[in-house]
């Protein structure tokens, strides 16, 4: 059992909604089952595999070597506070009261994307951006935190033709990824929804009504139906002005190359012409007169070198974990049972040298208690490892002799 009263030092509150720029450095623990709730889509990048594992479990034998995560499930996570992340929520605070008193509500600023090297936690900070949003309970949330997955060719698609008569099918329309989206966003925001009306078949209902509505339909009606009646909510989403809006957006530097579909010609379909791409990827011209844009940039994979959408304000940077903050991160995870090396500066200093303080490679390397990579070293084999000159195994938990006795 945990005694968390040797951890509450490095701890800031569980609710995002009362972090503090203050807060940057410290832990935030996180609720698994409150976060399924919240974000029904699942959350942004590594930290959805570090708590949930693969969304659908393999046969140990077909598993990829580096399906690590699936071995090391946190049962007590917990976030660092980016001082990035901090920044952001304080600029949304402040942009959600902006020109309130004076009865007319606006966002001078389209958001703030996010870039930087692979593994810095770029989608750490945005889940963490889009968890503090919902928590306050002031914002409208538009959450997509795979947004490769729309240019990618997945799923069901029909086209459109940007010429009748030559009909090459060079616009992608995808009315599942539509339907899915619209559900989800109806399950984050229901109450708030309800009250923000939207022009469907000539009658003023609410977005959840239309919503609900479109999913009622057969499935042939409710496809051909589905891309309307998202444009229409994303359309009246940015004429409100009674909630704030955050469009939070995992990888929206994908949405702005070339997709893997192709037209009739066989030539790549730029990712613009997909029509969810454009519709979710705008961000200078996204036009929402209450409302923010907070892009995260991938770095890794098929769209590791496209460019971010056009903008004004330089992206955030963002850099890998300071020694602090991994002497913080590492002692969180050894007070509460997830790590079993104890915590030392010259841990922590050998694991920013390794790591370059990237957050990604700090979790493989702990969950790998260092660098074992293989050995067996997880928890549920042994309880002690071995790290630099100290330790190695204890004879009585190893009963496999496989397993070779690596003590120095």
Same mark, same amino acid.
């Not at 030092?9 to 976060?35: I, T, W, Y």
């Not at 790549?268 to 892009?295: E, T």
């Given at each position: ?7 509450? &030092? ?59 995560? #699936? ?55 945005? #889940? ?20 490769? &997955? ?65 999913? &009622? ?35 929206? #530097? ?150 070779? &006795?690596?003590?120095?």
């Amino acid at each position: 059992k945990v005694n968390m009263a040797d951890v509450v &030092d490095m701890l800031a509150d569980s609710n995002p909604a009362m972090h503090r720029p203050g807060d940057a450095g410290k832990v935030f623990q996180l609720d698994k089952a409150e976060l399924k709730e919240l974000f029904p889509a699942g959350i942004a990048g590594a930290w959805h595999l570090l708590l949930f594992g693969t969304r659908s479990r393999m046969p140990q034998h077909l598993r990829r070597a580096d399906d690590w995560w #699936n071995l090391c499930l946190k049962d007590t996570p917990g976030m660092v506070i980016r001082q990035e992340a901090s920044h952001i929520m304080s600029a949304l605070s402040c942009a959600a009261r902006e020109n309130t008193l004076k009865g007319e509500p606006s966002v001078d600023t389209p958001g703030f994307l996010i870039d930087g090297a692979p593994g810095t936690g770029k989608s750490a900070v945005l #889940n963490h951006v889009a968890h503090w949003a919902m928590k306050t309970g002031e914002w409208i949330v538009v959450w997509v935190p795979h947004a490769s &997955d729309l240019v990618t060719g997945k799923g069901m698609f029909a086209r459109e033709h940007l010429d009748e008569e030559a009909q090459r099918g060079e616009i992608i329309v995808q009315p599942s990824y539509a339907v899915k989206l619209l559900s989800e966003m109806v399950k984050m925001n229901r109450d708030k929804l309800s009250q923000v009306m939207v022009e469907d078949e000539g009658e003023r209902v609410s977005i959840t009504d239309a919503v609900a509505a479109l999913e &009622d339909l057969l499935l042939l009606p409710r496809e051909a139906k589905a891309m309307s009646v998202l444009e229409k909510v994303i359309a009246a989403l940015k004429e409100q002005t009674q909630f704030p809006v955050l469009v939070a957006v995992d990888e929206i #530097n994908a949405l702005h190359g070339t997709s893997l579909y192709r037209d009739l010609d066989m030539k790549h379909v730029p990712a613009q012409n997909v029509k969810m791409a454009k519709l979710l990827g705008a961000f200078l011209d996204a036009g929402y007169k209450r409302g923010v844009v907070v892009g995260a940039a991938t770095r890794q994979g098929l769209f590791a070198n496209v460019k971010l959408p056009q903008f004004k304000a330089k992206p955030i940077q963002l850099r890998g974990f300071t020694l602090g903050e991994v002497e913080t991160y590492t002692t969180y995870m050894y007070k509460v049972k997830d790590f079993f090396t104890p915590p030392s500066r010259e841990l922590s200093e050998y694991l920013v040298f390794c790591t370059a303080g990237r957050p990604l490679d700090v979790e493989k390397a702990c969950a790998h208690e260092i660098f074992n990579l293989g050995q067996r070293t997880f928890p549920k084999f042994v309880k002690k490892t071995q790290f630099f000159k100290q330790g190695g195994y204890d004879d009585d938990l190893i009963t496999d002799p496989a397993i070779p &006795d690596l003590r120095w």
